[in-house]
Protein backbone atom coordinates (compact mmCIF):
# COMPACT_ATOMS: atom_id res chain seq x y z
CA UNK A 1 0.00 0.00 0.00
CA UNK A 2 1.42 3.39 -0.67
CA UNK A 3 2.08 6.26 2.10
CA UNK A 4 -0.84 8.08 0.80
CA UNK A 5 -3.62 5.42 0.54
CA UNK A 6 -2.04 4.51 3.55
CA UNK A 7 -2.39 7.79 5.66
CA UNK A 8 -5.93 8.36 3.79
CA UNK A 9 -7.21 5.09 5.10
CA UNK A 10 -6.94 6.44 8.73
CA UNK A 11 -10.31 7.11 10.75
CA UNK A 12 -9.31 10.37 12.43
CA UNK A 13 -8.30 10.76 15.84
CA UNK A 14 -10.09 9.77 18.79
CA UNK A 15 -11.75 12.82 20.45
CA UNK A 16 -10.74 11.87 24.25
CA UNK A 17 -9.54 8.50 25.71
CA UNK A 18 -10.22 7.79 29.40
CA UNK A 19 -7.37 6.06 29.25
CA UNK A 20 -4.70 8.46 28.87
CA UNK A 21 -6.72 10.85 31.08
CA UNK A 22 -5.46 7.98 33.66
CA UNK A 23 -2.26 8.30 33.23
CA UNK A 24 -2.72 11.89 33.76
CA UNK A 25 -4.39 11.25 37.19
CA UNK A 26 -1.32 8.74 37.85
CA UNK A 27 0.89 11.37 37.35
CA UNK A 28 -0.23 14.28 38.82
CA UNK A 29 -0.80 11.53 42.26
CA UNK A 30 2.55 11.22 41.89
CA UNK A 31 3.31 14.37 42.17
CA UNK A 32 1.35 15.25 44.66
CA UNK A 33 3.48 12.68 46.84
CA UNK A 34 7.02 14.21 45.99
CA UNK A 35 5.64 17.79 47.73
CA UNK A 36 3.25 16.38 50.30
CA UNK A 37 5.28 17.48 53.79
CA UNK A 38 7.97 15.67 55.47
CA UNK A 39 7.01 11.72 56.69
CA UNK A 40 7.82 12.30 60.29
CA UNK A 41 10.19 9.21 61.96
CA UNK A 42 7.89 8.19 64.69
CA UNK A 43 5.25 6.73 62.14
CA UNK A 44 4.78 3.53 62.47
CA UNK A 45 7.32 1.62 59.84
CA UNK A 46 4.59 0.40 57.15
CA UNK A 47 3.32 3.96 57.02
CA UNK A 48 6.36 5.27 56.91
CA UNK A 49 8.08 3.40 54.32
CA UNK A 50 4.41 3.91 52.21
CA UNK A 51 4.43 7.45 52.18
CA UNK A 52 8.70 7.87 52.18
CA UNK A 53 8.58 5.75 49.04
CA UNK A 54 5.72 7.77 47.32
CA UNK A 55 7.70 11.06 48.55
CA UNK A 56 10.89 9.77 46.78
CA UNK A 57 9.78 9.09 43.53
CA UNK A 58 6.68 10.87 42.66
CA UNK A 59 8.62 13.23 40.45
CA UNK A 60 8.92 10.72 37.99
CA UNK A 61 5.39 11.79 37.23
CA UNK A 62 6.88 14.77 35.44
CA UNK A 63 8.27 12.42 33.24
CA UNK A 64 5.35 10.54 32.09
CA UNK A 65 3.16 14.02 31.93
CA UNK A 66 5.96 14.59 29.23
CA UNK A 67 5.49 11.98 27.04
CA UNK A 68 2.17 12.48 27.37
CA UNK A 69 2.47 16.61 26.53
CA UNK A 70 4.42 15.56 23.66
CA UNK A 71 1.93 13.32 22.12
CA UNK A 72 -1.07 14.74 22.21
CA UNK A 73 0.25 18.30 21.38
CA UNK A 74 2.06 16.93 18.46
CA UNK A 75 -1.38 14.91 17.53
CA UNK A 76 -3.16 17.85 17.11
CA UNK A 77 -0.77 19.30 14.74
CA UNK A 78 -0.65 16.11 12.65
CA UNK A 79 -4.45 16.01 12.54
CA UNK A 80 -4.49 19.48 10.91
CA UNK A 81 -1.96 18.44 8.68
CA UNK A 82 -3.88 15.36 7.40
CA UNK A 83 -7.08 17.56 7.42
CA UNK A 84 -5.87 20.73 5.65
CA UNK A 85 -2.58 19.61 4.34
CA UNK A 86 -0.70 22.45 5.96
CA UNK A 87 0.00 23.97 9.35
CA UNK A 88 -1.08 27.44 10.79
CA UNK A 89 1.61 28.24 13.15
CA UNK A 90 -0.36 31.37 14.24
CA UNK A 91 -3.38 29.97 15.08
CA UNK A 92 -1.99 27.22 16.95
CA UNK A 93 0.34 29.64 19.33
CA UNK A 94 -2.88 31.73 20.08
CA UNK A 95 -4.90 28.51 20.60
CA UNK A 96 -1.89 27.53 23.00
CA UNK A 97 -1.42 30.97 24.74
CA UNK A 98 -4.91 30.64 25.37
CA UNK A 99 -4.72 27.66 26.84
CA UNK A 100 -1.73 28.21 29.24
CA UNK A 101 -1.71 31.68 30.34
CA UNK A 102 -4.95 32.19 32.04
CA UNK A 103 -5.38 30.15 34.49
CA UNK A 104 -0.98 30.36 34.94
CA UNK A 105 -1.05 33.90 35.18
CA UNK A 106 -4.14 33.98 37.78
CA UNK A 107 -1.40 31.79 40.11
CA UNK A 108 0.98 34.48 39.76
CA UNK A 109 -0.84 37.46 40.66
CA UNK A 110 -2.36 35.39 43.64
CA UNK A 111 1.23 34.56 44.34
CA UNK A 112 2.47 38.21 43.96
CA UNK A 113 -0.69 39.66 46.34
CA UNK A 114 0.03 36.93 49.08
CA UNK A 115 3.83 38.07 48.92
CA UNK A 116 3.01 41.73 49.22
CA UNK A 117 0.04 40.58 52.25
CA UNK A 118 2.98 38.76 54.07
CA UNK A 119 5.55 41.98 53.58
CA UNK A 120 7.35 39.08 50.87
CA UNK A 121 6.68 40.34 47.62
CA UNK A 122 8.23 38.46 44.60
CA UNK A 123 11.80 40.64 43.46
CA UNK A 124 11.61 41.90 39.65
CA UNK A 125 14.34 38.67 38.94
CA UNK A 126 11.33 35.99 40.41
CA UNK A 127 8.61 37.72 38.46
CA UNK A 128 10.27 37.58 35.37
CA UNK A 129 11.43 34.08 35.25
CA UNK A 130 7.89 33.02 35.76
CA UNK A 131 6.51 35.76 33.11
CA UNK A 132 9.32 34.39 30.54
CA UNK A 133 8.67 31.25 31.07
CA UNK A 134 12.97 30.75 32.60
CA UNK A 135 11.35 29.19 36.09
CA UNK A 136 13.65 26.26 35.01
CA UNK A 137 17.07 28.19 34.51
CA UNK A 138 16.54 31.38 37.12
CA UNK A 139 15.26 31.48 40.20
CA UNK A 140 11.19 31.39 40.14
CA UNK A 141 8.39 31.97 42.54
CA UNK A 142 7.02 28.48 42.78
CA UNK A 143 9.87 25.11 42.73
CA UNK A 144 7.19 23.32 40.37
CA UNK A 145 6.70 25.33 37.48
CA UNK A 146 9.91 23.98 36.19
CA UNK A 147 8.12 21.77 34.29
CA UNK A 148 5.88 24.57 32.78
CA UNK A 149 8.95 26.03 31.09
CA UNK A 150 10.24 22.78 29.44
CA UNK A 151 6.73 22.75 27.74
CA UNK A 152 6.77 26.47 27.22
CA UNK A 153 9.86 25.85 25.26
CA UNK A 154 8.68 22.59 23.75
CA UNK A 155 5.68 24.02 22.21
CA UNK A 156 7.48 26.81 20.66
CA UNK A 157 10.17 24.29 18.84
CA UNK A 158 8.05 21.55 18.18
CA UNK A 159 5.19 23.67 15.05
CA UNK A 160 8.55 25.53 13.74
CA UNK A 161 9.65 22.07 13.07
CA UNK A 162 6.95 20.08 11.72
CA UNK A 163 6.16 22.97 9.50
CA UNK A 164 9.61 23.03 8.15
CA UNK A 165 9.27 19.61 7.29
CA UNK A 166 6.19 20.42 5.84
CA UNK A 167 7.53 22.84 4.16
CA UNK A 168 10.85 20.54 2.66
CA UNK A 169 8.49 17.83 1.50
CA UNK A 170 5.53 20.11 0.56
CA UNK A 171 2.77 18.63 -1.23
CA UNK A 172 3.59 14.34 0.69
CA UNK A 173 1.18 13.19 2.79
CA UNK A 174 3.35 12.08 5.14
CA UNK A 175 6.21 14.70 5.26
CA UNK A 176 7.34 13.85 8.84
CA UNK A 177 9.23 10.41 8.54
CA UNK A 178 12.39 12.75 9.53
CA UNK A 179 10.68 12.69 13.25
CA UNK A 180 11.73 9.39 14.11
CA UNK A 181 15.63 10.40 13.14
CA UNK A 182 15.46 13.36 14.84
CA UNK A 183 14.13 12.06 18.13
CA UNK A 184 16.58 9.23 17.96
CA UNK A 185 19.71 11.58 17.29
CA UNK A 186 18.24 14.17 20.02
CA UNK A 187 18.13 11.07 22.57
CA UNK A 188 21.63 9.96 22.16
CA UNK A 189 22.55 14.48 22.45
CA UNK A 190 20.73 15.25 25.41
CA UNK A 191 21.96 11.56 27.07
CA UNK A 192 25.24 12.35 26.36
CA UNK A 193 24.96 16.12 27.60
CA UNK A 194 23.08 14.64 30.82
CA UNK A 195 26.33 12.35 31.72
CA UNK A 196 29.19 15.37 30.66
CA UNK A 197 26.71 17.28 32.88
CA UNK A 198 26.82 14.89 35.72
CA UNK A 199 30.62 14.92 35.35
CA UNK A 200 31.37 18.05 35.31
CA UNK A 201 29.17 18.83 38.13
CA UNK A 202 29.19 16.33 40.70
CA UNK A 203 27.84 18.88 43.57
CA UNK A 204 23.97 17.79 42.43
CA UNK A 205 21.22 20.48 42.30
CA UNK A 206 17.79 20.33 40.47
CA UNK A 207 18.22 23.46 38.73
CA UNK A 208 21.25 22.33 36.75
CA UNK A 209 20.96 18.18 36.49
CA UNK A 210 16.97 18.05 36.34
CA UNK A 211 15.19 21.11 35.26
CA UNK A 212 17.14 22.76 31.99
CA UNK A 213 15.05 22.12 28.92
CA UNK A 214 18.34 20.91 26.88
CA UNK A 215 18.24 17.60 29.22
CA UNK A 216 15.05 16.89 29.09
CA UNK A 217 13.31 17.68 25.70
CA UNK A 218 14.10 14.17 24.51
CA UNK A 219 11.04 13.15 26.77
CA UNK A 220 8.48 15.18 24.79
CA UNK A 221 9.96 14.31 21.23
CA UNK A 222 9.67 10.48 22.26
CA UNK A 223 5.86 11.60 22.91
CA UNK A 224 5.51 13.48 19.50
CA UNK A 225 7.33 9.51 17.80
CA UNK A 226 4.33 7.91 18.67
CA UNK A 227 1.59 10.40 17.88
CA UNK A 228 3.35 10.04 14.12
CA UNK A 229 3.15 6.32 13.97
CA UNK A 230 -0.29 6.48 15.60
CA UNK A 231 -1.05 9.29 13.00
CA UNK A 232 0.33 7.92 9.97
CA UNK A 233 1.59 4.29 10.62
CA UNK A 234 -2.03 3.14 12.22
CA UNK A 235 -2.25 -0.57 10.83
CA UNK A 236 1.15 -1.20 11.66
CA UNK A 237 0.70 0.60 15.23
CA UNK A 238 -2.03 -1.31 15.80
CA UNK A 239 -0.38 -4.86 14.73
CA UNK A 240 3.11 -4.05 16.42
CA UNK A 241 1.55 -3.29 19.66
CA UNK A 242 -2.19 -4.32 20.40
CA UNK A 243 -0.85 -7.59 21.37
CA UNK A 244 1.01 -6.50 23.68
CA UNK A 245 -0.48 -4.27 25.10
CA UNK A 246 -0.45 -5.50 28.67
CA UNK A 247 3.00 -6.45 28.71
CA UNK A 248 3.36 -2.54 27.83
CA UNK A 249 1.62 -1.57 30.65
CA UNK A 250 3.60 -3.41 32.73
CA UNK A 251 7.03 -3.02 31.28
CA UNK A 252 6.18 0.65 32.14
CA UNK A 253 5.42 0.89 35.27
CA UNK A 254 8.17 -1.54 36.22
CA UNK A 255 10.28 1.05 34.13
CA UNK A 256 9.39 4.07 36.77
CA UNK A 257 10.58 1.72 39.85
CA UNK A 258 14.16 3.09 39.88
CA UNK A 259 12.60 6.31 40.79
CA UNK A 260 11.63 4.58 43.96
CA UNK A 261 14.21 3.03 44.92
CA UNK A 262 17.37 5.39 44.40
CA UNK A 263 17.47 9.13 45.63
CA UNK A 264 17.62 11.27 43.12
CA UNK A 265 19.76 13.95 44.80
CA UNK A 266 22.48 10.66 45.39
CA UNK A 267 22.33 9.03 41.86
CA UNK A 268 24.04 10.13 38.84
CA UNK A 269 22.37 7.07 37.77
CA UNK A 270 19.07 8.94 37.82
CA UNK A 271 19.96 11.74 36.04
CA UNK A 272 21.66 10.65 32.87
CA UNK A 273 20.47 6.83 31.71
CA UNK A 274 17.53 7.37 34.47
CA UNK A 275 15.38 10.05 32.00
CA UNK A 276 15.75 8.18 29.32
CA UNK A 277 14.58 5.21 30.98
CA UNK A 278 11.74 6.62 32.47
CA UNK A 279 10.51 8.28 29.33
CA UNK A 280 10.97 4.97 27.57
CA UNK A 281 8.72 3.13 30.22
CA UNK A 282 6.10 6.33 30.22
CA UNK A 283 6.59 5.96 26.44
CA UNK A 284 5.39 2.03 26.94
CA UNK A 285 2.29 2.53 29.63
CA UNK A 286 1.49 5.44 26.80
CA UNK A 287 0.91 2.87 24.26
CA UNK A 288 0.08 -0.03 26.29
CA UNK A 289 -3.24 2.04 27.55
CA UNK A 290 -3.75 4.12 24.20
CA UNK A 291 -4.60 0.67 22.42
CA UNK A 292 -6.85 -0.97 25.63
CA UNK A 293 -10.35 -0.90 26.13
CA UNK A 294 -10.74 0.36 29.87
CA UNK A 295 -13.75 -0.61 31.91
CA UNK A 296 -16.03 1.93 32.44
CA UNK A 297 -15.97 1.21 36.43
CA UNK A 298 -16.85 3.91 39.08
CA UNK A 299 -13.27 3.98 40.52
CA UNK A 300 -11.88 4.27 36.85
CA UNK A 301 -13.87 6.90 35.40
CA UNK A 302 -13.20 8.88 38.63
CA UNK A 303 -9.68 8.97 37.78
CA UNK A 304 -10.27 9.91 34.73
CA UNK A 305 -11.97 12.67 35.68
CA UNK A 306 -9.38 14.00 38.26
CA UNK A 307 -7.04 13.63 35.09
CA UNK A 308 -9.08 15.97 33.27
CA UNK A 309 -8.78 18.65 36.16
CA UNK A 310 -5.12 17.91 36.18
CA UNK A 311 -3.44 20.87 35.24
CA UNK A 312 -5.43 23.04 37.72
CA UNK A 313 -4.41 19.99 40.11
CA UNK A 314 -0.94 20.60 39.30
CA UNK A 315 -1.14 24.65 39.28
CA UNK A 316 -3.03 24.69 42.77
CA UNK A 317 -1.33 22.10 45.24
CA UNK A 318 1.97 24.28 46.02
CA UNK A 319 0.05 26.86 46.96
CA UNK A 320 -2.30 25.04 48.96
CA UNK A 321 0.38 23.79 51.18
CA UNK A 322 2.10 26.91 51.61
CA UNK A 323 -1.00 28.97 52.20
CA UNK A 324 -3.64 26.88 53.43
CA UNK A 325 -1.80 24.98 56.19
CA UNK A 326 0.27 27.85 58.16
CA UNK A 327 -3.18 29.52 57.78
CA UNK A 328 -5.17 26.87 59.79
CA UNK A 329 -2.03 26.09 61.98
CA UNK A 330 -2.71 30.14 63.18
CA UNK A 331 -6.61 30.54 62.95
CA UNK A 332 -6.47 26.82 65.27
CA UNK A 333 -3.10 27.49 67.41
CA UNK A 334 -2.44 23.98 67.10
CA UNK A 335 0.47 22.16 64.50
CA UNK A 336 -1.25 20.24 62.50
CA UNK A 337 -0.04 16.21 62.49
CA UNK A 338 1.15 14.69 58.77
CA UNK A 339 -1.31 12.46 59.57
CA UNK A 340 -4.46 15.22 59.41
CA UNK A 341 -1.70 17.19 56.79
CA UNK A 342 -1.79 14.51 53.92
CA UNK A 343 -5.69 13.88 53.27
CA UNK A 344 -6.34 17.68 53.84
CA UNK A 345 -3.41 18.35 51.57
CA UNK A 346 -4.62 15.32 48.69
CA UNK A 347 -8.04 16.31 49.18
CA UNK A 348 -7.88 19.81 48.95
CA UNK A 349 -5.64 19.92 45.97
CA UNK A 350 -8.45 17.74 43.59
CA UNK A 351 -10.70 20.26 44.80
CA UNK A 352 -9.07 23.37 44.48
CA UNK A 353 -7.96 22.17 41.04
CA UNK A 354 -11.48 21.51 40.02
CA UNK A 355 -12.62 25.05 41.42
CA UNK A 356 -9.97 26.68 39.90
CA UNK A 357 -10.40 24.53 36.45
CA UNK A 358 -14.37 25.41 36.48
CA UNK A 359 -14.00 29.49 37.20
CA UNK A 360 -10.77 29.81 34.24
CA UNK A 361 -10.10 27.11 32.40
CA UNK A 362 -13.24 26.11 31.53
CA UNK A 363 -14.51 29.61 30.72
CA UNK A 364 -11.85 30.62 28.65
CA UNK A 365 -11.04 27.72 26.73
CA UNK A 366 -14.86 28.46 25.95
CA UNK A 367 -13.81 31.85 24.40
CA UNK A 368 -11.40 30.33 22.91
CA UNK A 369 -12.84 28.02 20.61
CA UNK A 370 -15.69 30.80 19.64
CA UNK A 371 -12.82 33.21 18.49
CA UNK A 372 -9.94 30.58 17.62
CA UNK A 373 -11.56 27.66 16.64
CA UNK A 374 -9.74 24.60 15.60
CA UNK A 375 -9.12 24.00 11.99
CA UNK A 376 -10.03 20.12 12.46
CA UNK A 377 -13.51 20.35 13.18
CA UNK A 378 -15.58 21.15 16.57
CA UNK A 379 -14.06 20.33 19.84
CA UNK A 380 -14.93 19.81 22.81
CA UNK A 381 -14.99 22.67 25.82
CA UNK A 382 -11.30 21.01 26.49
CA UNK A 383 -9.63 20.51 23.19
CA UNK A 384 -7.98 16.49 23.39
CA UNK A 385 -3.94 17.71 24.50
CA UNK A 386 -2.26 18.22 27.75
CA UNK A 387 0.14 20.81 28.90
CA UNK A 388 1.64 18.91 31.75
CA UNK A 389 -0.81 16.90 31.99
CA UNK A 390 -3.03 19.39 32.03
CA UNK A 391 -6.86 19.82 31.24
CA UNK A 392 -8.12 18.99 27.44
CA UNK A 393 -11.55 18.15 27.52
CA UNK A 394 -14.60 18.83 29.69
CA UNK A 395 -15.44 15.40 32.39
CA UNK A 396 -18.55 14.65 30.57
CA UNK A 397 -17.14 14.29 27.04
CA UNK A 398 -17.15 10.36 25.88
CA UNK A 399 -14.15 8.58 25.45
CA UNK A 400 -13.23 6.40 23.08
CA UNK A 401 -10.05 5.58 21.33
CA UNK A 402 -9.92 5.27 17.04
CA UNK A 403 -7.25 2.52 17.78
CA UNK A 404 -9.56 0.00 19.16
CA UNK A 405 -10.15 -3.27 16.99
CA UNK A 406 -13.81 -3.87 16.89
CA UNK A 407 -13.60 -6.52 19.80
CA UNK A 408 -10.89 -5.68 21.83
CA UNK A 409 -9.60 -9.16 23.50
Known amino acids: MSERCEVQSMPPPSRRNMGLDILRAFAVILVLGRH ?3 VPTDLPLPTRLFFAVWRRGGWVGVDLFFVLSGFLVSELLFAEYRKKGELSLPRFYVRRGWKIYPPFLLLIAATALVGIVRGRPPTGRELGSELLFLQNYLRPMWNH ?7 EHFYLMLPALLAGLAWLRKGAANPFKPVVAVTAVMGLTLLIFRIVNALARDHFEFRTHVFPTHLRLDSLMFGVVIAYAYHFHQDWFRATFHGRRRRLILGGALGLLPAFVLASERSAFIWTIGFTIFYLASGALLVGVLLSEIPRVKALVALGIM ?13 LIDWAFPLAEHLTSRKLSFLTQV ?5 GSVALGIVMCRLIEIPTLRLRDRWFPSRTGPSPTLEGLAIGGRVEAAPDVEFKSSLLPERAT
Open 36 to 38: MPK
Open 145 to 151: TWSLAVE
Open 307 to 319: GAYSYSIYLWHMP
Open 343 to 347: PLYLV
